[in-house]
Nanobody, 119 residues
Framework: QVQLVESGGGLVQAGGSLRLSCAAS????????MGWFRQIPGQQRDFLGA????????IYGDSVKGRFTISRDIAKNTVYLQMDSLKPEDTAVYYC????????????WGQGTEVTVSS
């Protein structure tokens, strides 16, 4: 059974940093494309970025490029989202997700972790 468990959310002041973790079980992060998304209540879920399973290559959405960094620890089977220079508009629930090779969609999702950035 696949489980993705996010942690690390909380309250931070604007300009601060947080690191979110996504601990995976039932799959290997080295085999899947692991993505980070966020959702503001009442709005659609936005793609933030992803890290490829085979080579660890990363891609980012325009809204977070240069401020957020995705990394992974294969030994811990965990993916991270380092968030720097946080803004109040980054306040959202953050989710990690996993996409199997040759699949067109992210099939597995965590429960989300809430991030609040105060001004």
């Amino acid at each position: 059974q696949v489980q993705l468990v996010e942690s690390g959310g909380g309250l931070v002041q604007a300009g601060g940093s947080l690191r979110l973790s996504c601990a995976a079980s039932g799959l290997a992060v080295s085999d899947y494309r692991m993505g980070w998304f966020r959702q503001i209540p009442g709005q659609q879920r936005d793609f933030l970025g992803a890290i490829a399973g085979n080579d660890g290559d990363t891609i980012y959405g325009d809204s977070v490029k240069g401020r957020f960094t995705i990394s992974r620890d294969i030994a811990k089977n965990t993916v991270y989202l380092q968030m720097d220079s946080l803004k109040p508009e980054d306040t959202a629930v953050y989710y990690c997700a996993a996409r199997a090779p040759r699949s067109g969609h992210f099939a597995y999702w965590g429960q989300g972790t809430e991030v609040t950035v105060s001004s």
